[in-house]
């Protein structure tokens, strides 16, 4: 680089930043999709399927565009460091911080690249991967032999059971806590193989005690003179044996992975609506607000032990600072999402915190540069 105008500078830097990028999505690809590979060849591989090959292959890379919004921060952290030792060991860095354009300006052209990236990974990126995420989680439901499916829309919370020689429909108005262990206001129908109507149970309230619901207040409506659910009439209230417990009711309302950005917002208001919580589902809103602003911030951070450090530092020396800091954000943004679903301190606080934090340390890193 001889002739730092503006323009030529930003193209430059533009142009190396992305390269980086490349290597560094490339490779975190590659790992993402060998653990993804091994982990579903370990799933099907008792498993007599056609086209195993083909199922592998389709469901490892279902995974991937979550995959890829999951792994973003640490993607960009170090595409940054990458970035910037390129330019530390050429001696570029140096050149440009005393050239006559902004000192800042090495490290802003790949920050606000990183904002817009963050941009189209929440807007276009998510709705893919909670798309196929939906597909993944439906196909490895079926092959484990689980077709148990539960949805939730404007009329209620839906279960469909499937069981040996029947299936059960089940609807709910509400879940009374979150604990998931009252329903209000259910309604179970029992069909046979060929959806037949075998009878109806209907309960003001069930208590779920791991797979034994205790349907309260009952009435039985039978057809064909047919055995009633597959439980005992006491008075009032019915023992019922379900294949539905409160675990995976846990599990399906607590993917917030599922819902994409664009739904996020109706899917809380039908959870709370529910009588469900939708806590997970607004820590996914602000992580989904603050991803932009996050990648923005890797890039700051990474200039704190890039530039104007030691050159003589190899590049695995860098990188390995960069996983060391990886972890130690990775544990900081989990623990204080911990704390803030415990109710300790406000959900919006807990996703924002460490990324404020992360934003004020790299602005007082750039006064320094800017001083320089």
Do not use: C
């Not at 060998?34 to 498993?47: A, G, Q, S």
């Amino acid at each position: 680089m001889k002739n730092y105008t503006p323009l030529k500078l930003i193209n430059y830097l533009s142009k190396e930043f992305f390269y980086s990028l490349f290597l560094v999505f490339l490779v975190f690809l590659s790992l993402s999709l060998l653990i993804n590979f091994v982990e579903e060849i370990t799933f099907f591989k008792e498993k007599k399927i056609d086209d195993f090959i083909w199922m592998v292959s389709h469901l490892a890379l279902s995974k991937t565009p979550n995959t890829i919004i999951e792994l973003s921060i640490f993607i960009f952290l170090f595409s940054g460091i990458l970035f910037f030792v390129k330019l530390q060991k050429n001696s570029e860095i140096n050149t440009i911080l005393f050239s006559g354009v902004s000192k800042l300006l090495p490290i802003l052209v790949p920050a606000i690249i990183s904002f817009f990236f963050g941009l189209t990974l929440i807007f276009l990126l998510s709705p893919i991967s909670s798309a196929s995420l939906k597909f993944y989680e439906n196909a490895k439901r079926i092959y484990a032999a689980n077709e148990n499916l539960i949805v939730i829309n404007n009329t209620g919370l839906w279960f469909m059971e499937t069981l040996p020689n029947s299936y059960n429909i089940i609807r709910a108005d509400t879940i009374s806590n979150n604990n998931f262990s009252k329903l209000k206001n259910v309604t179970i129908y029992n069909l046979d193989q060929n959806f037949n109507f075998i009878s109806r149970s209907d309960s003001k309230q069930v208590l779920i005690k791991n797979k034994n619901w205790i349907l309260e207040d009952a009435k039985i409506l039978s057809g064909n003179n047919k055995p009633n659910l597959a439980g005992k009439s006491t008075n009032s209230s019915i023992d019922f044996v379900s294949t539905i417990n409160i675990n995976d009711l846990k599990e399906y309302f607590s993917n917030a992975d599922t819902v994409s950005f664009w739904e996020i917002t109706s899917s809380i208001e039908k959870l709370n609506k529910r009588g469900y919580s939708a806590d997970e589902l607004r820590v996914k809103f602000h992580k989904y607000l603050s991803l932009p602003i996050y990648l923005f911030g890797m890039i700051l951070l990474s200039t704190i032990f890039t530039i104007g450090i030691n050159r003589d530092y190899n590049t695995m020396m860098y990188l390995f600072f960069g996983l060391v800091l990886g972890f130690l954000l990775y544990f900081l943004n989990d623990l204080s999402i911990a704390v803030g679903l415990a109710n300790k301190v406000p959900l919006a606080v807990s996703v924002w915190s460490p990324i404020m934090i992360i934003v004020f340390l790299s602005t007082i890193n750039l006064l320094k540069i800017n001083e320089k």
